[in-house]
């Protein structure tokens, strides 16, 4: 399963005609996502967000590509080029806000100058210069079911507020997969680390260990990866992804649609009387 690095809504964009400088943004949603593929490369691709179909996809080599600002009226348009050819490929960003364009320019050349570097999300720009202990969205995604019912029940009232008040900001993972949340989970629940461990970078101590995660989750890395995996669960493209964890395809949809679906299979993984009349089998 390829590894998804980054991802932000994004359209494509056309140069009127072959020989002229004017750039014309299309209204067709899509998506830029950059992955780790299955096939060991670093692929840049573009997806309709409506038809869910992918129409580019390019394979790229550190340092070889850069995306930078074009001159638009709409100050949103975006080109990628590369120094090692003439081809070029024009986007603009479609997220609602413009708050986090910055953010998501910065954060793609990092990937486009080495895929292996740690994004920074509104943190110091010392975070990227730590020990490298990237956590991939698979980990993630696998922490989160794995949460007993009676440690939703912030998440629960979150949800019912977000439903009943929809001015209300919407929530981000950022403010759940907290070390204050997490940090109580394992403790409670040391029999969950061995199962985790799997999830998470070859180079980890061992063997499993409550310390070891409660270093990762108090890593700036680790809030880098909550943060890249929040964003691209914002694009409602990660169906695939989630499906393969044993949630249901919508759970990839989009952030409360995810929540929504840990939820329930927390509550199908515990049984009526407790977590304690629980029977391991093997």
């Known amino acids: ?22 750039v014309e943004p299309s209204p067709v949603k899509g998506a830029i996502i950059l992955t780790a593929g299955d096939d060991g490369l670093f692929h840049f691709t573009w997806k309709n967000r409506t038809s869910g179909v992918v129409d580019e996809d390019l394979i790229l080599f550190p340092s070889d590509a850069s995306f930078v600002k074009v001159p638009h009226p709409t100050g949103r348009v975006y080109v990628l080029k590369f120094s090692s050819s003439n081809q ?103 029999e969950l680390i061995p199962t985790l461990f799997p999830h998470l970078p070859p180079d980890l101590p061992t063997p499993p260990s409550a310390e070891a995660l409660q270093r990762i989750i108090n890593s700036p890395q680790f809030r880098s990866a909550v943060s890249s995996f929040d964003q691209a669960l914002r694009t409602g493209l990660l169906g695939g992804l989630v ?29 009526p009387g407790g977590a304690d009349d629980h029977m391991e089998t093997d």
């Open 88 to 190: 070029r490929h024009f986007f603009w960003l479609q997220d609602a806000s413009t708050a986090r364009d910055e953010e998501f320019v910065a954060n793609i050349n990092r990937l486009l100058e080495d895929p292996e570097s740690n994004l920074v999300w509104n943190t110091a720009s010392s975070a990227a210069s730590q020990p490298q202990a990237s956590t991939s969205a698979a980990s993630l995604s696998a922490t989160a079911p794995l949460i007993p019912p009676e440690q939703l029940a912030q998440l629960q009232a979150l949800l019912a507020g977000s439903s009943s008040t929809p001015a209300a900001p919407e929530f981000s993972l950022t403010d759940i997969l907290t070390p204050a949340n997490l940090t109580p989970l394992f403790t409670s629940h040391p």
């Open 1 to 22: 399963m390829a590894d998804i690095l980054l991802a932000f809504k994004a359209g494509r964009a056309f140069r009127r005609d072959n020989t002229s400088n004017i």
């Open 243 to 271: 499906r393969g964890l044993g949630l249901p395809e919508e759970a990839g949809t989009g952030i409360e649609p995810f929540l929504r679906a840990v939820q329930e299979q927390a509550n199908k993984d515990t049984p």
